[in-house]
Each structure stands twice: as structure tokens, then as C-alpha cells.
């Protein structure tokens, strides 16, 4: 039998029940006159407030609830800070932020995926001195949500996001090198954007913004190295985390003006775990209605899907054993009853994480970057599929390619059939990966991984080795820090000085 229309099966809920008690009856009545008509449009986002308290049933007027209304005053902050975007505060990526340089080209950056941008800018800041023949440059990657401040300097005394491991006699020797960091096309903090204008009608890009790869990053920096700063070839290409990518990226695409590479915390190709676990904080951060498609730069931010986004990442930046013993099972307050809000230190920590993040980086930033990461891969297919798009992009009729679900819904297969296909699709994904990384055989490679990194397991570390030595590489160092040095998980690279920094300072210095 079909389904009734919805009229007439509230019809159908609505009536009474037979053999129910008549006070029975009124209660029905009384959720029923409470559900919702449906919207024909979408709720304005401004100006909430916070529900009344319960009505009392008609048929005893002088009865009191059992129980008093709980609190939530993590839901009063957000409500408030929506409120307050009235007059304020403005998110802080959208300040007039000084201190870095800013690259512009105004030759069209053809992208890996079909789109373009016809001109862009990179922000970038530098530390110590280029020598005579241009031979001692570092280009330092990012990672997601990292500006180019890596490191304090006169224009910016602000601490940088890698201040210890940069600087005289550090990790990244200043006296001997020449080092450059760039906040990465699809960033906030300088480069092109979702929120910089668009030079085509004077908005704001939003998600009119071009898909952009880890490879679409690497060649606009390698842009900036040989037309603003004159450098034909670096002494190393460094990073961690989606800079580890980055660095691997630059040597593949660009192997004849690098010199070394360091990759920390990366991987080759991303997997699925750290798919899911990004897609899992775009899809809550789409949710917030205040996100509006992208376009929300003159409105409220959408600040409680950035919270919450943030949130769902720190749980994968440090590890399990490391928060057993900095919180344990304490809550904040023992003294007050247990509450739906925040309530154990662990999620104190979140909360504090959360806020302090939702409005330091663009919304729209965090979307594209973190597809970035997703979309990388380092095999020959991948490499070649995106050489042959960009060189039948038409930049007269280049447009921002659109998207649709899949066709099909996801379907569960039989464990042989997933078993079969899974040895198939691994042998030939190792081999075109093999052959996609063979760029990098000739060039010595630094790789460190965590024992405790959950987002990059160190499985991924010896992954990228164990590539580089299949395809004839014998440059290849490999260190893991085991959960005995550290338990700091994939933040390991920004807290531990000694166990990264050392072994990152010898390679960047030996001979080779």
C-alpha cells in the first residue's frame, strides 16, 4: 500500500486513541497543536533565542514539572556570538593582516581539475640571507590551516606557528639558509582564496573558487621562486603533515630544482580514514545553515560548523594514550552535577579548541584545503590525467566545474568479491604509484613518522619509503619516533624540538 500524503496522515495521528484515558487525550492534543508547520523558507540564522519553558497540560493548571529545565550554556555562547555579529567581532583572517610579502602573477594558473585562476597572489615570508648563487633556499610547506608566519620577524614579532625549530643554530639553521613559507593558494592569510575578490566583477570568489590540488599549490609556489625571488633550484623542499605532501609533490613535479626533501608526518596518497575523517568535518561545517552556500562574507559566519569542525580535527591531532593521562576520566567541576554541555576536562579541551579556532580561519578556506588534501595522490595515472586536463582547458571558456552525487547509492558487497577486487586494486595501485614517485629516484628523501599519529599513521610513513626503494632509490632515510619518545600523535612535528628538529637539522646539513 502507498504511502498517504502528509496531510492525511497527520489527520490519521490526530485522532484519538480508543481505550486511552481522557487525560491521555489532552496530552495528545497538546503535541499534536505543538509540531511544527514545515518552513516554506529557510529560518534567518540571526537573533536566536532560547526555548520557552514547557507549557503545562490544560487539564491541571497548577501542576509543576517533575524536574527543574536543564541549562546549556555552551548553547548561550553560540547564541550570543551570533547576535553579536551585528556590530562584531570580525572573524580575524578577514583583518587587514600585515607583515608577509605578496607574490602577484598575472598569468593564468591552469588547475588540475579543469578549473582557473587567471591571476593569483601567494603570500610569503623569508628568513636569512639568499647567497651569491641562489643555492641555499628551503621552501617550507604548510599545513592545513598554517600561515606563512612560521617564524617571529621584524615586520611580524608575533611568535610563528614552527618559531623553535627556525633561527640561528635551529633546526632550519638561518645563518646557513635561505628559508621561504607561503600561505598555499585556497588559504586565508594573504593568497588567493574563497575570500579574496574575484578581479572579474569585484565579489568575493566563495565557493565560486576553482577545486584546487596539492599539486595546483607546489607549481603556484614554484612560480613565486623563479619569478619573484630568482631561485632556479632549492637546497631542500620541507614540510609536515600536508606540507610532507607538499614537499613530495614539489621534488615529482619539479625534480630538477630540488636538492633534497623532507617529509614529516605525510604520506604519498591520502587514504581513506583520513578522507572520512575530513569529509566528516566538511559535511558539519556545510550544515550550519549560516554557511549559506559558501556565501557569507557580509552576513554571521558559520561559526558553530567551524567550532564543531575543528572539534572532530583535534581529535585527530593528538592520540588516545596522551589525553589518558593529561585528563583521564576528571571532569572540570566535581562539585556540580553531571551536565549535556561540557563537562569532562577532555571535552573542556575541545570546547577551548573549538572556540579559539571558529574564527581564525576563513570557513570556505577549510573546505577547499582540507579537498585538497583528500584529492592527493602521487601515482603516474593521477599525474598524467591532470597534465591532460590542464592542456585542454580553453581559457576563453574555462568555468568552475560543477558536481553531482553519485549515481548510485552506496551497496554492501560479499566478502569474496571485496577480497578479490581489493588484491587487484592494490597490486596495480602500488605499481602506479611506483611509477609516479620514480621522479624522486636520484634525490635524497627524509621521511619521519609517529608511532602515535592517528591521521597520518606511520604505516603511510613506510609507505612512501618502501615506493621510493621499489622504483630503485637508495637516498632514502626513514626514522619513526616510537610511542616511548612521544605520544603527541600527529602533533608531534609542532611540540617536540629535540626528536624532530635534530634529525631534521643533520639531514638538511650532511653532505651528500
Not at 180 to 190: F, L, Q, R
Not at 405 to 423: F, G, H, I, M
Not at 437 to 464: A, H, R, T, Y
Amino acid at each position: 500500500m502507498g504511502r498517504l500524503p502528509i496531510a492525511a496522515r497527520a489527520l490519521r495521528m490526530a485522532r484519538p486513541l480508543r481505550g486511552v484515558s481522557s487525560s491521555a487525550k489532552v496530552a495528545q492534543a497538546v503535541v499534536m497543536r505543538a509540531q511544527p508547520v514545515a518552513a516554506t523558507h529557510a529560518p534567518s540564522p540571526v537573533r536566536q533565542h532560547a526555548p520557552p519553558p514547557p507549557t503545562p497540560l490544560a487539564s491541571s493548571p497548577s501542576r509543576t514539572p517533575s524536574n527543574a529545565q536543564m541549562s546549556f550554556p555552551c548553547l548561550d555562547v553560540l547564541e550570543h556570538r551570533t547576535r553579536s555579529f551585528d556590530s562584531g567581532p570580525e572573524p580575524t583572517y578577514s583583518r587587514n593582516l600585515t607583515g608577509f610579502e605578496v607574490y602577484h602573477s598575472s598569468r593564468p594558473l591552469l588547475l588540475d581539475n579543469g578549473g582557473i585562476l587567471r591571476e593569483f597572489d601567494i603570500a610569503y615570508e623569508t628568513w636569512g640571507e639568499l647567497n651569491e648563487d641562489n643555492s641555499n633556499a628551503i621552501l617550507l610547506h604548510t599545513g592545513l590551516s598554517a600561515s606563512s608566519h612560521a617564524h617571529s620577524h621584524p615586520k611580524n614579532t608575533a611568535p610563528g606557528w614552527w618559531e623553535k625549530f627556525i633561527g640561528p643554530g635551529c633546526a632550519i639553521d638561518t645563518n646557513r639558509f635561505f628559508v621561504i613559507c607561503t600561505n598555499v593558494i585556497g588559504g586565508c592569510y594573504g593568497s588567493s582564496g574563497p575570500s579574496s575578490i574575484d578581479p572579474a566583477d569585484g565579489g568575493r570568489y566563495a565557493t565560486r573558487f576553482p577545486i584546487v590540488t596539492v599539486n595546483d599549490m607546489t607549481r603556484a609556489q614554484h612560480r613565486l621562486l623563479v619569478e619573484q625571488l630568482g631561485i632556479t633550484k632549492l637546497h631542500a623542499s620541507v614540510g609536515a603533515s600536508m606540507g610532507g605532501m607538499q614537499s613530495l609533490s614539489f621534488g615529482t613535479q619539479f625534480p630538477d630544482s630540488v636538492g633534497r626533501i623532507v617529509s614529516i608526518s605525510g604520506c604519498a596518497r591520502s587514504h581513506p580514514y583520513s578522507i572520512a575523517m575530513r569529509h566528516t568535518q566538511r559535511q558539519v561545517l556545510m550544515a550550519d545553515p549560516n554557511w549559506r552556500r559558501g556565501f557569507y562574507y557580509e552576513a554571521v559566519p558559520p561559526h558553530a560548523g567551524m567550532k564543531l569542525a575543528r572539534e572532530i580535527a583535534t581529535i585527530t591531532y593528538r592520540s588516545g594514550p596522551e589525553w589518558e593521562q593529561r585528563f583521564g576520566r576528571r571532569r572540570a567541576d566535581p562539585s556540580k552535577p553531571p551536565a549535556l554541555c561540557a563537562d569532562f576536562l577532555i571535552e573542556t579541551y575541545l570546547d577551548h579548541q573549538g572556540e579559539k579556532f571558529c574564527l581564525e580561519y576563513d570557513a570556505n578556506s577549510l573546505l577547499y584545503v582540507s579537498k585538497a588534501m583528500d584529492l592527493f595522490d602521487l601515482s603516474l595515472s593521477a599525474r598524467q590525467s591532470a597534465i591532460a586536463t590542464r592542456a585542454a582547458i580553453n581559457l576563453a571558456d574555462a568555468k568552475t566545474g560543477s558536481c553531482a552525487l553519485p549515481r548510485d547509492s552506496y551497496k554492501e558487497q560479499t566478502k569474496e568479491v571485496v577480497d578479490a577486487q581489493n588484491q587487484v586494486d592494490f597490486d596495480e595501485a602500488r605499481e602506479d604509484l611506483v611509477a609516479g614517485m620514480l621522479p624522486l629516484q636520484d634525490i635524497p628523501v627524509f621521511v619521519l613518522g609517529v608511532e602515535s599519529d592517528i591521521l597520518f599513521p606511520s604505516w603511510q610513513q613506510k609507505e612512501i619509503v618502501d615506493v621510493l626503494r621499489d622504483g630503485g632509490s637508495t637516498k632514502v632515510e626513514h626514522v619513526e619516533l616510537g610511542s616511548d619518545v612521544s605520544l603527541y600523535g600527529h602533533d608531534t612535528f609542532l611540540l617536540s624540538l629535540k626528536d624532530v628538529g635534530e634529525p631534521v637539522k643533520a639531514f638538511l646539513e650532511k653532505d651528500i
